[in-house]
């Protein structure tokens, strides 16, 4: 039986909506809108007044209350406080759910006035006005709905109306507010700002050119942050407005973040001092959320970039701008007056650059002094918040920040290992819990102190730093349920009056430590303040484990990551992580002690000063696939340390920066080998030119050539034969050719990728993505024979099938190589691994030195040339190579004749030219001895190790593994020296933003990179839902740059599925067809047999009473939509339907379990019946197909996270011949984003209609009559099945 389902209770908040949803029903709802501006006012006032304030605002997006109501009746001058705080309030709360992008586009007329309401609306509340909606007061709300609808807004910079606008708040002209002094200082850096500052000026007055009106609005922009600086350093004493406070230092962290943004902001807050006055006023308060906010906002503006020019600074270049800064201020102490200032003038660079040394240096100066020092140093002697005169130990600190230089921390304190304040610290916790309460009766947004991935970045250096500390809480969170989880079972408590801690439970993860020892504790390396290398000793008791634990752990190997900890009876109170060495086995049959040689942190240990490791209690493992955080962390940690690694033509645009149409470098002539296969095919794929003209000698049946294309397509296209192979001799080089035609789409994919710089080639579902991927591998291999090809995916699942796709094209197997997990799973006779490529080799070496005897015999040679490739290399030299320049100069005939005629038979068909077989046979004996020249080395090489090297670095040319070991083994591959020259990587959308830019670092020869991927579909999978949807962690690379504007290449033929499944997300993309005639024959041409229609909507009502329910939190399940897809999925098996056919899916993990559990009763049991393909979640059934998909939405009352759009890209694509759909018609079908495919599915009605037959029936007689039946729900669903049974 399945597990009793908790019915979700009613909510208060379902109470609130009645009164809403009547003036919804009323005004827009199901008709044109009707305007009238006492709506909004009533609807935001009964809105803000409910202690549901939360769920209200969620409803009334959900009923499109922006897009249907407030936004098309928005119009200057016409609207109130109430429609712009709505406004605000309503793409927040888009924001919020991350349905933002794909809704600016209704903003592009309009969205000018909405920022110029929002702002004026701002500055009233910051200048002290009130703002009252009915009995409300709205100064709260506007100003949290105000700080976070800037924060949406500065967070989609890549929209254009919305950039124009934004950047006029943080543009050049918010210096009116710096000291004039100061100002001018840095005008005169720049040398085209002065002549722009003047220019600037001539805005905020009215002219010839600018109106008044215009006038006032640049005044307001040039006003507003630096008002809302002064605000915020005011409410930082207040404990009312301390969320406000943190939400207005979370924006200003954002701008800091961006260098457009932060160019001439950075220093406005420099010359507001604003850390150091909030963090004066916070010490009445120490809220720890803005006093953690505040910290990080000090580090961004301190951060290593320019202010203006933004170009990254080195840590030697920061220092001696330190140094010019240091200089600048004594020798204007010394003009003024070098008596007086003489500790100053006289003191080194390094006093004046510490802190305490410049204290105490200040000390006994008069205040005068000080503040005479201050200005020439350019800090403000009265406070920019007050007016007031800034107090001595204000300047004091402010001149210390001016003179200290922190470049990026310590980053050698990194730790790849959370420790304990991380694990079970508030971030963690709270990005765990980030779901917003619906009990909330105030306005608060979700708030962290993590750093945020965006669009663009201030330096490589930066980019490493944020993903380094979301890869670490990520880790950290997933740690804090392990722990917390083995703790619990292991049952500790201590013994009274002693501090030793007895464990009465157990667990097969973690063991209580028997002996922890530091062994070893090398010194650090010159310049550095941790120890080189840590060692210990470990070991723990397995004597009362059975024996399947003990199993499991002595299977630990080196390089797995083994956490430690301090447990106490209240439970984990340390943490400290450590990367196996070696494993000593048990000494002896009857022993059970197991024993560990570990590396400690060598960061970790240099703070705790030794004073932990002897508390340490408890050692807990992890699954080997989860131990990968380490090296990625070391790597990142590395290269932080590291001068810029990306190539240069790269970088700026990974970055953010550069212009998106540079980073191709287009050619004239491309390579593309065997992707056509026919002259046909080749003017078919080139139809937008105006010419195409094939060369005489290109093979019209198995063509291999290269293709010049014109810059524009009134040119002609040019195609030229390269490395044609004698069709009449094929036994010389069974060449491979490819046999599949690919569509011109595809085409362009595959020549632009042959290019040199940067390709993005979007996939959508079922256009052959993997075959391109293939097909651009195969010609950079035969293009480029000096380079090395890193072939990357997400998945070893995908890896292993885009491998087995290249296997099969014309690329020597000697020169693949598979590293990683998953290379057994390769349906192929070949072993790929590094011990699979070197066993390989040895064996092809005995073959080859056979052949190689055989030669010699034939030519009777004396001697024996199979005992070694030397040898064998010395018979083509002293009598192959001998021969055949003799027979090239005619002084004999053709040498190799008995040879040939010995091995393949006749040598010189009829009518064929002697000449070219010659030459024909003497290059396959050249590839024979070039193939035993490349094996040679492996008789030199001994150890596995030095073959492995020697393989990865100077053999393998195409080398494939997942972006987690790329990540992980990238310090090996760089040390290596291995020369990457292209960088393909398939589902590159899957794949974190910092798992693709790792790969991307492994050498600066590197010419080209292609990402190839579909960022319409699923992003990477992130389990913190704070991380996920916050700091958007789940950000890729692929979809970053799709962002900023990189031209990319969209596959536009499909060859999945039936054309009318395929229409359900056709709009997602430019113009996706359909392969013709593929997808309109055979079974894509007849109707599924048992059913009226091959898509439908199947409205799934209350079942038993109810519809969804939570058994636990987020656990969601739909009693009803589960017996009804396993109703409809037995129903196909009677009438004929293979299992194998068929894949139920469902939007969340709860409504798995259920249909699993009714499956394991209704079916499993039953070989009529069996298990279907797959029981899946829509986000693990990515990349995967069926002939006939059952979707279970599961949701009743919220539409869920099906409402991402992506999500729902995939859920309606993995259908081949028959999609049926299962929800509540009612919510859903009100649903914006759902709307284009409800209407779709809706159109053959919302109940199953079935055609009483059987499938073999069905193929025996397509025209017999078939009686139909609805199904009115469930229960009559059940019933029929019954019936049939």
């Known amino acids: ?32 809108a009707k305007w009238a501006a006492t709506v909004v006012d009533q609807i935001l006032e009964k809105a803000v007044g409910s202690s549901t304030l939360h769920t209200q605002l969620q409803w009334l997006e959900r009923q499109q209350y922006l897009e249907q109501y407030l936004w098309p009746n928005y119009s200057k001058g016409r609207q109130n406080d109430s429609t712009v705080i709505s406004c605000m309030l309503m793409i927040n709360e888009k924001y919020e759910q991350g349905l933002l992008t794909t809704m600016w586009t209704i903003f592009e007329t309009g969205f000018e006035d909405l920022l110029d309401d929002a702002v004026q609306l701002m500055m009233r509340v910051l200048n002290g006005d009130k703002v009252r909606v009915g009995s409300v007061d709205m100064v709260s709300v506007v100003r949290m709905a105000g700080v976070q609808f800037l924060i949406a807004c500065f967070g989609s910079m890549e929209t254009e109306s919305v950039r124009t606008q934004c950047m006029q708040l943080v543009g050049l002209a918010i210096w009116y507010h710096m000291e004039e002094e100061t100002r001018g200082f840095m005008l005169r850096k720049v040398p085209q700002l002065p002549k722009f500052w003047k220019h600037t000026q001539k805005g905020f007055v009215e002219n010839k050119r600018v109106s008044k009106a215009e006038a006032e609005k640049n005044c307001r922009y040039r006003d507003f942050i630096p008002q809302l600086l002064r605000d915020l350093a005011k409410q ?192 963690v916790g709270m990005a765990e819990a980030y779901n917003r309460s619906e009990e909330k009766s105030q306005l608060g947004y979700a708030l962290l102190d993590v750093p945020k991935l965006g669009l663009q970045y201030l330096s490589e250096q930066d980019f490493l730093k944020r993903s380094f500390e979301l890869l670490q809480l990520e880790t950290a969170a997933e740690l804090r349920t392990e722990i917390q989880e083995a703790v619990r079972r292991m049952q500790p408590h201590e013994e009274e009056g002693t501090d030793e801690v007895i464990f009465d439970g157990w667990t097969r993860m973690a063991l209580p430590l028997s002996v922890l020892d530091v062994v070893a504790v090398q010194p650090p390396w010159v310049g550095e303040q941790v120890p080189a290398r840590v060692q210990a000793r470990l070991k723990v008791d397995l004597s009362s484990y059975t024996d399947s634990i003990k199993a499991e752990w002595t299977q630990v190997r080196p390089r797995d990551v083994l956490i430690l900890l301090v ?52 050692v807990l493992r992890r699954q080997a696939q989860e131990s990968s955080f380490k090296p990625v962390l070391e790597t990142l940690r590395q290269l932080a340390d590291s001068p810029p ?152 699942q995908a890896l292993n099938q885009l491998f087995e796709r290249i296997v099969a094209l014309d690329i020597e197997p000697r020169h693949l190589l598979r590293l990683g997990h998953g290379e057994e799973s390769l349906d192929s006779t070949e072993r790929f691994s590094n011990a699979g490529r070197i066993e390989s080799f040895l064996e092809r070496r005995r073959e080859l030195l056979e052949q190689v005897q055989a030669l010699a015999d034939s030519l009777q040679v004396p001697g024996d040339y199979r005992d070694s490739c030397e040898s064998a290399r010395f018979f083509y030299v002293a009598h192959v190579r001998v021969r055949w320049d003799a027979y090239l100069r005619k002084t004999r005939e053709f040498p190799f004749t008995r040879y040939f005629q010995e091995q393949k038979g006749t040598l010189f068909p009829e009518g064929c030219d002697e000449e070219a077989v010659a030459h024909a046979c003497f290059a396959y004996l050249e590839r024979l001895f070039d193939e035993v020249a490349e094996i040679q080395p492996f008789e030199l090489l001994q150890s596995a190790r030095e073959r492995a090297l020697y393989l990865l670095k100077r053999q393998a040319r195409v080398v494939a593994m997942t972006c987690t070991h790329a990540a992980m083994r990238l310090g090996e591959l760089q040390q290596m020296g291995v020369r990457i020259g292209s960088v393909v990587m398939e589902e590159a959308a899957q794949v974190l933003d910092v798992e693709t830019l790792l790969p991307l670092t492994l050498s600066q020869t590197l010419e080209r990179v292609v990402l190839i991927g579909d960022h319409n579909q699923l992003p990477p999978v992130v ?124 939007t969340y993990n709860g409504q798995r379990a259920l249909i699993n559990d009714v499956l394991n009763r209704r079916c499993r049991p ?17 990349g995967q197909q069926a002939d006939f998909v059952l979707l279970s939405l599961v949701r009743t009352r919220n539409i869920g996270h099906i409402r991402d759009i ?71 669903m059940g019933k029929l099945v019954v019936e049939m049974a």
Not at 1086 to 1110: C, K, M, R
Not at 1173 to 1181: E, L, N, P
Not at 1248 to 1276: W, Y
């Open 1 to 32: 039986m399945p597990p009793k389902a908790r019915q979700t209770r009613a909510t208060k908040a379902e109470n609130d909506n009645a009164s809403i949803e009547k003036l919804a029903a009323k005004h827009w709802q199901g008709k044109s």
């Open 236 to 427: 930082c004493a207040s404990l009312e407005y301390q969320m406000y406070c943190a939400k207005v230092l979370e924006l200003l962290v954002d701008l800091e973040s961006q260098l457009p943004t932060r160019r001439f902001l950075n220093p406005l807050l420099q010359d507001f001092e604003i850390v150091e006055e909030c963090r004066q006023r916070m010490a009445v308060t120490e809220d720890e959320l803005c006093v953690q906010l505040l910290q990080r906002l000090d580090s961004r503006i301190q951060f290593p970039v320019t202010d203006v020019t933004g170009h990254a600074q080195s840590a030697a270049q920061m220092r001696e701008r330190q140094l010019e800064r240091i200089s600048r201020w004594q020798l204007q102490a010394f003009q003024a007056d070098k008596e007086l200032f003489e500790p100053i003038v006289i003191a080194s660079a390094a006093q004046l650059g510490t802190t305490d040394s410049l204290q105490a240096l200040l000390e006994p100066m008069e205040m005068k002094q000080v503040q005479q020092l201050a200005r020439m140093a350019f800090v403000r002697t009265q406070s920019a918040i007050t007016g007031e005169e800034q107090p001595r130990e204000m300047l004091v600190r402010s001149l210390c920040n001016q003179m200290h230089v922190d470049v990026l921390g310590e980053r050698e304190m990194w730790s790849p290992y959370p420790d304990e304040k991380l694990v079970f610290g508030k971030t």
């Open 1166 to 1182: 039953y070989e009529q019946f069996g298990m279907p393909r797959a029981v899946s979640t829509v986000d693990q059934f990515q």
């Open 567 to 618: 447990v106490r009876q209240s439970g984990a109170v340390r943490v400290r992580g450590c990367q196996v060495e070696s494993v000593d086995m048990p000494e002896d049959e009857g022993s059970s002690v197991l024993g560990f040689r570990v590396l400690l942190d060598p960061a970790q240990y240099a703070r705790d000063k030794n004073n932990v490791y002897g508390e340490l209690n408890v």
């Open 1023 to 1146: 389990k913190s839902p704070g991380l996920r949807a916050f700091s958007r962690m789940e950000q890729s690379l692929f979809a970053r740059l799709i962002r900023l504007g990189v031209p990319f290449v969209e596959l536009d033929c499909q060859a999945r599925a039936r054309p009318s499944i395929a229409s359900l997300y056709r709009h997602r993309y430019r113009s996706l067809g359909d392969l013709k005639p593929l997808v309109f024959q055979g079974a894509y041409a007849q109707p599924n047999p048992g059913f009226a229609h091959v898509l439908q909507f199947i409205d799934v009502t209350d079942y038993q009473g109810q519809g969804e329910s939570e058994p636990s939190r987020y656990f969601y399940q739909n009693l009803g939509e589960a017996e009804y897809v396993v109703a409809v999925y037995q129903y196909m098996r009677l009438i004929g339907y293979s299992a194998e056919q068929v894949a139920i899916l469902t």
């Open 645 to 796: 690694t990306l190539p240069k033509w790269l970088a700026p645009v990974v970055l953010g920066y550069g212009d998106p149409a540079a980073v191709r470098q287009e050619k004239d002539t491309v390579f593309m080998g065997d992707t056509f296969i026919s002259i046909e095919h080749i003017k078919e794929s080139f139809t937008e030119y105006a010419r195409v003209d094939v060369s005489e000698d290109v093979d019209t049946e198995a063509p291999m050539v290269e293709v010049e294309i014109p810059a524009d397509t009134t040119g002609t296209v040019l195609v030229r034969s390269v490395g044609q192979q004698n069709s009449k001799l094929p036994w010389l080089h069974q060449q491979k050719h490819n046999m599949l035609s690919f569509t011109p789409a595809q085409v362009q994919a595959v020549a632009e990728a042959g290019q040199r710089g940067l390709t993005l080639v979007v996939g959508p579902p079922g256009t052959g993505k993997t075959d391109v991927a293939a097909q651009i591998v195969s010609n950079l291999y035969h293009a480029h024979p000096q380079q090395t090809v890193l072939l990357l995916t997400h998945s070893n």
């Open 1206 to 1276: 992506r999500r729902l890209t995939v859920a309606l694509s993995r259908a081949k011949l028959g999609l049926y759909v299962f929800g509540r018609r009612s919510l859903f079908e009100s649903c914006f984003e759902l709307q284009s495919a409800m209407q779709m599915l809706l159109a053959n009605g919302d109940q199953l209609v079935l055609e009483k037959t059987s499938l073999a029936k069905d193929t025996k007689n397509k025209a017999a009559a078939k009686e139909p039946i609805v199904v009115e729900g469930v229960e009559a």
